[in-house]
């Protein structure tokens, strides 16, 4: 079967930093995702990796680790309107085009 | 800059009717996804059409059935509702960068069914 873990809900400051992390076991993988949902919304779309490493774009950060079965999303001087849900997806590949969803962890920033 | 549009936005159905959803994927993109979302739940892959052939079927149910047509927009038909199907459907849809790739999904805003 396919199981992708993510913390349900965490809780951070404005102007600080969070660290998501997401594991996952799945039969196939091409890549992983990082969306953001805030409540109600569709979601968008934040990174994408599919080799080792860490990718960078402004104050969102994400890293993998193919061999470990591992990702984290990083963000960096947390703003008030980063309180939304972040999905973790992994591309299975091979014969489909189907993306494997984590159950997202909601991010509650306080002031 | 064009976005997926779906509709309608709001939908309020009764046990045993059948529902319609639309889905207008950017233009030259060659993947469309449908997903449901209940409420606090992930997206669940319903369906996924390649070049207005399907490519992928995840958990649609067998009352659910979908196509792409020729103009590549899609839609979701969803007959003898159950009050379990209400949902968020959102739609999305993908450029596929190489065979067998998803690409970057853009999501449309999704159909809000509500059955009762």
């Known amino acids: 079967g396919q199981n992708i873990d993510q913390p349900t809900e965490m809780t951070a400051t404005e102007g600080a930093i969070v660290q998501i992390n997401c594991t996952y076991q799945?039969?196939?993988?091409?890549?992983l995702f990082w969306y953001q949902q805030h409540a109600g919304e569709a979601p968008t779309f934040l990174s994408y990796n599919v080799l080792d490493g860490l990718e960078e774009k402004g104050r969102f950060s994400s890293f993998l680790s193919r061999s470990k079965g591992y990702s984290y999303l990083l963000l960096k001087e947390l703003q008030m309107k980063d309180s939304a849900s972040y999905l973790c997806?992994?591309?299975?590949?091979?014969?489909?085009?189907?993306?494997?969803w984590g159950a997202g962890t909601k991010l509650i920033i306080k002031p | 800059a064009a976005g997926v549009i779906q509709s309608p936005r709001h939908l309020i159905k009764e046990k045993r009717e059948t529902a319609t959803l639309k889905c207008y994927p950017i233009p030259r993109h060659d993947t469309v996804y449908w997903y449901q979302q209940g409420p606090g739940q992930d997206p669940q892959f319903l369906i996924s059409f390649y070049e207005k052939m399907q490519s992928d079927k995840g958990s649609i149910p067998d009352r659910f059935s979908a196509q792409q047509f020729s103009d590549y927009h899609s839609e979701l038909n969803m007959s003898s509702l159950e009050l379990g199907d209400s949902a968020l459907y959102f739609c999305a849809s993908s450029l596929a960068p190489s065979p067998r790739r998803a690409g970057e999904l853009f999501f449309g805003e999704g159909s809000r069914l509500t059955v009762l």
């Open positions: 799945t039969s196939g993988f091409n890549g």
């Open positions: 997806a992994v591309e299975l590949g091979d014969s489909n085009y189907q993306l494997i």
